[in-house]
């Protein structure tokens, strides 16, 4: 027990430590930089934006399948709208023309590398290589 | 209930029957889809690469000069090398022809994929699935035909001008003519029977009597290639 003043000291320190950037942020009032992404104007998404921010991938993995292995080429959105399924032709040529200002800034911005899309699928108009 | 044993068998059976008549009844589904190449309007033009240059250009197909790295959907090859197995006449020894994937009826390709990356569609094109494949080439030595290639390393460098509607392939993964399924799904024909100005791709659905490849077909006889090993292709050559 003789340490006991020791150990509660670096117990503090560490959790001063760790808990750094909570209250470091709580202090000066500044909210993380969200990344600032490109919309398209006045345009509507193929499904509600929700839904899109959370299952993008799944929509995007269907679409594959549909295409790819059922030759189902034609989507229909939840607005009744169809579409023809196509990563270049209707997601980057008729909104996101520029996948750095959209996907690319959420996906560095969480860390998550998009899957191997861009090492076959090109972005509208590139006709150079593009870097992965 | 009294039932005699003869009775019995006699209505087990019948649900076999009605099986049988049905299957017997069912008529193809769908089209089926064919080519033939008449020799003789492709050989207007030996050294015309026409189809080629199409296909390549279209779907990203690099032109890699290391022939055993080289990547092809549709290219010309000697007859003597399309059907080894042919008492072959002289005035085809040494003309040659267009040859791509055949599409067989009974793909040995499909059969081998481990992840099935590769498959048969209802219309009968073997498809790829590029994003399945793993690039372990069981389908290559599969292929009696040598229609699939493999990229043996990043083909973009290798692409002069890259399509952005149609995606590029990358290292790893095997790939070949796909029948232009993404124009087919739209209701066009394939490209290189498209660009051929002499018309000796002739593209058709061969469940269609009445179909342009039928008709031809029923008036000059189609060979298909290496018969004796029973995929049944899909790619007629009338010599």
């Known amino acids: 027990m003789r340490d006991q003043p020791i150990i509660l000291a670096g117990l503090a320190v560490f959790l001063v430590i760790a808990s750094f950037p909570f209250w470091y942020n709580a202090a000066t009032l500044r ?9 398209p104007p006045g345009k509507q998404c193929v499904a509600p934006v929700k839904y899109m921010k959370a299952y993008h991938m799944r929509m995007l993995d269907s679409w594959r399948d549909q295409v790819v292995r059922t030759g189902v080429r034609r989507y229909t959105s939840p607005g009744g709208k ?16 520029d996948r750095a200002k959209f996907c690319d800034r959420c996906h560095s911005y969480v860390g998550v590398r998009a899957a191997y899309c861009w090492d076959c699928h090109n972005s509208p108009g590139n006709a150079v290589r593009t870097a992965r | 209930m009294n039932i005699s044993r ?25 089209p089926r889809w064919g080519m033939a190449i008449d ?30 790295r080289e990547v092809k959907w549709v290219w010309k090859e000697r007859f003597s090398k399309v059907f080894p197995s042919e008492y072959l006449p002289a005035r085809l020894e040494n003309a040659s022809g267009p040859v791509m994937c055949n599409h067989c009826e009974n793909p040995p390709c499909t059969r081998v994929c481990p992840t099935g990356a590769t498959f ?19 389908c290559m030595a599969a292929c009696p035909y040598g229609s699939r290639s493999f990229n043996w390393s990043d083909p973009r460098p290798h692409i002069r001008s890259v399509n952005a509607a149609y995606p590029c392939r990358t290292k790893g993964v095997v790939e070949k003519c796909t029948f232009c399924v ?55 050559y009338i010599l």
């Not at chain 2, 019995?8 to 589904?29: E, H, I, M, Q, T």
């Not at chain 2, 048969?120 to 069981?138: A, E, F, L, Q, S």
């Open chain 2, 182 to 236: 993404e124009r087919l799904d739209v209701g066009k024909a394939p490209l290189c029977s498209e660009a051929c100005p002499e018309k000796a791709l002739i593209f058709g659905d061969l469940n269609d009597p009445r179909s342009e490849i039928r008709t031809l077909l029923s008036a000059r006889y189609g060979l298909r290639r290496r018969t004796e090993l029973g995929t049944r292709p899909s790619v007629f």
């Open chain 2, 39 to 68: 020799h003789r309007n492709c050989a207007k033009d030996e050294g015309c690469t026409l189809c080629t240059d199409a296909c390549h250009l279209t779907h990203n197909v690099p032109t890699i000069p290391d022939a055993r």
């Open chain 1, 82 to 97: 169809t579409y023809d399924i196509s990563l270049t032709g209707t997601c980057l040529s008729q909104c996101h023309q």
């Open chain 2, 120 to 138: 048969k569609r209802p219309d009968g094109i073997v498809m790829m699935d590029w994003h399945r494949c793993i690039g372990c080439r069981y």
């Open chain 2, 6 to 30: 003869k009775t019995f068998v006699k209505f087990a059976a019948l649900p076999f029957v009605a099986l049988a008549a049905k299957g017997a009844r069912s008529k193809p589904n769908g």
């Open chain 1, 31 to 39: 909210a993380a930089a969200r990344p600032a992404l490109q919309l």
